[in-house]
């Protein structure tokens, strides 16, 4: 009995056990991308001012930009075509919120997720003291699921508006000579946006990873086997008083076909089972 119930908690432990901590590293590993991405970002774009008199022409005027995407601070001398005379001309809008947030999110959501893997494999024993680990766990991540979205929202709205921002078409629209029939503009350059897509992709990865994570980690609360076994659950010590109530192992052995699958998913069992170096052995 007792080797069947610890084969048993063994494999609750693989089943379940993973998953949470798998998550986790899939977790930091898209923080990063996501914020190295958005954070990391630089890009230039490139026009062509062609005066009808060609010396004031100038056919390779080069923007650079980047994060945070204060595209109001960003400028470029461009030629009147009148004279030698030279034009400043800055882009237009300020994305930076959404960027800032975005990072800042991808940055923090990195800490916590790093800190909770580390907390899975050394302090186990600690995590489900008093349950007070997997609840913390459960608000944190529920938090932050909500972030991911509404932050990978921001910043894809923002980055939409940014692409139009330093669209060279756009910027030609800038520059007063282009207003004028006889000089011709161009688009010599356009930025990349691979980088920045990329970053959008992984927030709303990210997203998803934490919002899948919001199961396992309320599996660890004990929560979701009902009020009866979640006395079972909060107090193991009371194992005894509650082998004694009749009513609940009647009421549970009911659905033999789910106890056998049940057990994979009773969190309260692999709690004692299992220690962190098979559990690093897992990773
Ligand atoms: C054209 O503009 C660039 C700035 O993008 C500047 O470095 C370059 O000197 C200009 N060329 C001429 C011919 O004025």
């Given at each position: 009995m007792d080797t069947a119930d610890q084969l048993a908690s063994m494999g609750t432990f693989r089943v379940l056990k993973l998953p949470l901590g798998f998550i986790r590293v899939l977790e930091w590993l898209f923080a990063i991308f996501a914020f190295a991405t958005c954070g990391g970002y630089s890009g230039q774009l490139r026009v062509s001012v062609d005066c009808m008199e060609k010396a004031r022409s100038n056919l390779s005027i080069g923007i650079d930009f980047g994060y945070p995407f204060r595209l109001h601070q960003v400028s470029f001398e461009a030629p009147v075509c009148e004279g030698i005379r030279r034009e400043r001309v800055s882009l237009i809008g300020d994305y930076s919120s959404s960027?800032?947030?975005?990072?800042?999110?991808?940055?923090?959501?990195?800490?916590?997720?790093?800190?909770?893997t580390i907390v899975y494999i050394y302090f186990q024993n600690k995590y489900?003291?008093?349950?007070?680990?997997?609840?913390?766990?459960?608000?944190?991540?529920?938090?932050?699921?909500?972030?991911?979205?509404?932050?990978?929202?921001?910043?894809?709205?923002a980055l939409s508006d940014v692409k139009v921002a330093t669209d060279p078409d756009e910027v030609q629209l800038l520059i007063s000579a282009c207003k004028i029939q006889t000089n011709k503009c161009g688009s010599m350059h356009r930025p990349h946006w691979s980088g920045l897509n990329t970053s959008v992709v992984f927030g709303f990865l990210n997203f998803v990873l934490w919002a899948g994570n919001i199961w396992f980690v309320f599996k660890e609360t004990g929560w979701h086997k009902g009020s009866s076994k979640f006395a079972a659950g909060a107090s193991e010590k009371q194992a005894g008083t509650f082998s004694q109530q009749p009513n609940n192992q009647g009421s549970f052995d009911q659905s033999g076909s789910f106890n056998t699958q049940g057990d994979l998913i009773q969190p309260s069992e692999y709690g004692q089972v299992g220690g962190p170096s098979s559990y690093s052995n897992q990773i």
């Amino acid at each position: 009995m007792d080797t069947a119930d610890q084969l048993a908690s063994m494999g609750t432990f693989r089943v379940l056990k993973l998953p949470l901590g798998f998550i986790r590293v899939l977790e930091w590993l898209f923080a990063i991308f996501a914020f190295a991405t958005c954070g990391g970002y630089s890009g230039q774009l490139r026009v062509s001012v062609d005066c009808m008199e060609k010396a004031r022409s100038n056919l390779s005027i080069g923007i650079d930009f980047g994060y945070p995407f204060r595209l109001h601070q960003v400028s470029f001398e461009a030629p009147v075509c009148e004279g030698i005379r030279r034009e400043r001309v800055s882009l237009i809008g300020d994305y930076s919120s959404s960027a800032e947030f975005f990072v800042t999110i991808a940055v923090f959501a990195f800490l916590y997720s790093l800190m909770a893997t580390i907390v899975y494999i050394y302090f186990q024993n600690k995590y489900h003291e008093n349950n007070r680990g997997p609840l913390i766990d459960f608000v944190v991540t529920v938090v932050f699921s909500f972030m991911w979205l509404v932050s990978s929202s921001a910043w894809a709205k923002a980055l939409s508006d940014v692409k139009v921002a330093t669209d060279p078409d756009e910027v030609q629209l800038l520059i007063s000579a282009c207003k004028i029939q006889t000089n011709k503009c161009g688009s010599m350059h356009r930025p990349h946006w691979s980088g920045l897509n990329t970053s959008v992709v992984f927030g709303f990865l990210n997203f998803v990873l934490w919002a899948g994570n919001i199961w396992f980690v309320f599996k660890e609360t004990g929560w979701h086997k009902g009020s009866s076994k979640f006395a079972a659950g909060a107090s193991e010590k009371q194992a005894g008083t509650f082998s004694q109530q009749p009513n609940n192992q009647g009421s549970f052995d009911q659905s033999g076909s789910f106890n056998t699958q049940g057990d994979l998913i009773q969190p309260s069992e692999y709690g004692q089972v299992g220690g962190p170096s098979s559990y690093s052995n897992q990773i």
